[in-house]
Nanobody, 124 residues
Framework: QVQLVESGGGLVQPGGSMKLSCAAS????????MSWYRQVPGKERDLVAR?????????DYLASLKGRFTMSRDKGRYTVYLQMDSLGPEDTAVYYC????????????????WGQGTPVTVSS
């Protein structure tokens, strides 16, 4: 199994920046991709960005971000970051780290792991 631990959330003023981190542990060799999602109460969880283990470049950025967020990974490949710039009140949400990893006999079943979520509040 894969476990995820997020850090870095909190309160930030409009126009400010914040960086989130997510560290994976467990059967990390089976991870296919890692992603950031965010969720506002009463709404669906939205994909913010994704990065595949085989790549150094994040993809699938949420269109409404307009280039303000950047997802990256460390050289060890199993810690990912989300750099958030020019934050606005619309970015207030709980941010979740996700990993899709293979499990089961023969590691053929793609399974989701989720972090505990870290709240980000953009307010003056």
């Amino acid at each position: 199994q894969v476990q995820l631990v997020e850090s870095g959330g909190g309160l930030v003023q409009p126009g400010g920046s914040m960086k989130l981190s997510c560290a994976a542990s467990g059967t990390v060799f089976s991870i296919n991709s890692m992603s950031w999602y965010r969720q506002v109460p009463g709404k669906e969880r939205d994909l913010v960005a994704r990065i595949f283990t085989s790549s150094d470049t994040a993809t699938d950025y949420l269109a409404s971000l307009k280039g303000r967020f950047t997802m990256s990974r460390d050289k060890g490949r199993y810690t990912v970051y989300l750099q958030m710039d020019s934050l606005g009140p619309e970015d207030t949400a709980v941010y979740y780290c996700n990993a899709k990893y293979y499990s089961g006999t023969g590691y053929t079943i793609l399974t989701d792991a989720w972090g505990q979520g870290t709240p980000v509040t953009v307010s003056s």
